[in-house]
Every structure is written in C-alpha cells, then in structure tokens.
C-alpha cells in the first residue's frame, strides 16, 4: 500500500507557471505508474499525464502536451507536474495517482489504485 500526498498548488496567473509535488510513502514507489489527474467543479476527474516506473516514458493529455512535464525521482518516492504556460481552463484539484499492475499510457481513473487528497490549482485571466 502506499500514500501519497500533494503539495504546490495556489493561484497563479495566465500564462504563470507551477509545480507540483506528490510525496509517497513505502518502499516499494518504483513499482508504481504515478499519474496526475485534475477535476473541475461539477465535471469528472480526467487524466492529465503519467509516467513509466523507471521513469523513461510519459504520455500527456492532449489538452497539456508541450506544456506540463511530469517526472519523478525513485530515490526521494516522489513525482512531480511542471505546469507552464497556465490557462484559466487548467483551473482544478490535481490529484496524484499511483497504478500497480498498469502502464503508464493508460488514461482511466479505474486504472489506479491509490489517490492523494488533492491540491487546487487556479488560474487567474
């Protein structure tokens, strides 16, 4: 089992950048595909990017590719989200995921097993 917890949301405006972090728990991180998601209020919680357990591979949403790069690093059990060029529609909660048995080009929800509380990002006009 493994926790994780997010940190680095805020407001920011357009055009800003961001980073966000998600730290977790246990020894066995590397096992794991991590994945961000983000929800906005009333709409369901989509994928915005993920990354191969060794870290070498990641695959983006389309509506962020070329601006947001997720890495992570095995030895500190964390993975990160950098956020460029923000757009008012980037507006959400992200929330970090981790994925056991998965690959890191799968986009579904129902795909990970374990989810972080969430950090809201909002992105001013």
């Known amino acids: 089992q493994v926790q994780l917890v997010e940190s680095g949301g805020g407001l920011v405006q357009a055009g800003g950048s961001l980073r966000l972090s998600c730290a977790a728990s246990?020894?066995?991180?590397?096992?794991?595909?991590m994945g961000w998601f983000r929800q906005a209020p009333t709409k369901e919680r989509q994928f915005v990017a993920a990354?191969?357990?060794?870290?070498?591979?990641?695959y983006y949403a389309d509506s962020v590719k070329g601006r947001f790069t997720i890495s992570r690093d095995n030895a500190k059990n964390t993975v990160s989200l950098q956020m460029n060029s923000l757009k008012p529609e980037d507006t959400a909660g992200y929330y970090c995921?981790?994925?056991?048995?998965?690959?890191?080009?799968?986009?579904?929800?129902?795909?990970?097993?374990?989810w972080g509380q969430g950090t809201q990002v909002t992105v001013s006009s």
């Open positions: 995921a981790a994925d056991q048995g998965g690959q890191y080009y799968y986009t579904g929800r129902n795909e990970y097993d374990y």
């Open positions: 246990g020894r066995t991180f590397s096992r794991y595909v």
């Open positions: 990354i191969s357990r060794s870290g070498s591979n990641a």
